[in-house]
């Protein structure tokens, strides 16, 4: 039996959520040495018992990483684990890429890239598009931006993780990006709940209406696909309320820096909001929906 000398890229994952989880898993399954380090440890157990090493610190994680993934859920979360005497940062190398992944916004894009210019790390802002089913089959979008020689350094993580990598610019455009899909995505949603109770008062059978839509170019198969759910009343996650809200209010946020109205996301975000008072900011984003009916 030959024995292969090659050391296997060693990549560490800093939050093991519904999408850390994962992402983690297909770099596993893809023979990379995975890190793991998550703020509840008890989350990354599973991958444990696959192959993972777990790490009591951020630090841990990233001492020696050839790459380094964050996929937590805000911009200050980032920041707290990437820095400090036991942040990533501590202990990251000349030659890290810092692939940053969380949806953290314009602003908080642009400030983790301030913090990494202090550092010998190469940081790259890739955010993605997509959920926990394409997360699970690698067939994320990622919206990557950062420096050219990233680019080819980045493609064996990014090329198991997705399905096509968009390189969009100096590092930001990816999260600027990511909150104008994500403010369609909203708009999408709320109107999906709309049209289902607009259908029902008007006396119609909305799972009719539904399958109309399926065989309509103007239902995109992610409404009908939510459609479906909210009638179903399965609201389990695979994008939480909570966290669709955060990048409705960062769209809005982008859209007032720059003098842009977003009318139909400002006319539904205090009811969303109302939702997650609810105590419903867990379940899927569709549960906007029950609420509504």
Known sequence: M????????????LGIGLMGLPMARRLLAAHFEVRVWNRTASKAQALVAEGAQPATTPAEAARGADFLITMLPNGQSVEMVMSGVDGALSTLGEGTIWLQMSSVGVDWAERLGHLAEGSPVTYVDAPVSG?????????????????????????????????????????????????????????????????????????????????????????????????????????????????????????????????????????????????????LGERDLSVVYSSES
Do not use: C
């Open 2 to 13: 030959t024995h292969d000398p090659t050391p296997r890229p060693i990549v560490a994952v």
């Open 131 to 279: 959920s926990v089913g394409p997360a699970e089959e690698g067939h994320l979008l990622i919206l990557a931006s950062g420096p050219l020689d990233a680019r080819p350094l980045s493609a064996p993580i990014l090329d198991q993780l997705g399905r096509r990598t968009y390189w969009l610019g100096e590092a930001g455009a990816g999260s600027r990006a990511k909150v104008v899909l994500n403010n369609w995505l909203v708009v999408l949603v709320e109107s999906v709940a709309e049209t289902l109770e607009f259908t029902q008062a008007l006396g119609l059978d909305p799972q009719a209406l539904v399958e109309i839509l399926s065989d309509a170019p103007i239902g995109s198969p992610y409404a009908v696909a939510k459609a479906r759910q909210m009638l179903a009343g399965d609201f389990s996650p695979s994008f939480a309320l909570k966290n669709a809200l955060k990048d409705a209010d960062l769209a809005l946020e982008a859209a007032r820096q720059t003098g842009t109205t977003l009318t139909i996301t400002n006319s539904f975000i205090d009811s969303w909001h109302d939702v997650v008072a609810q105590g």
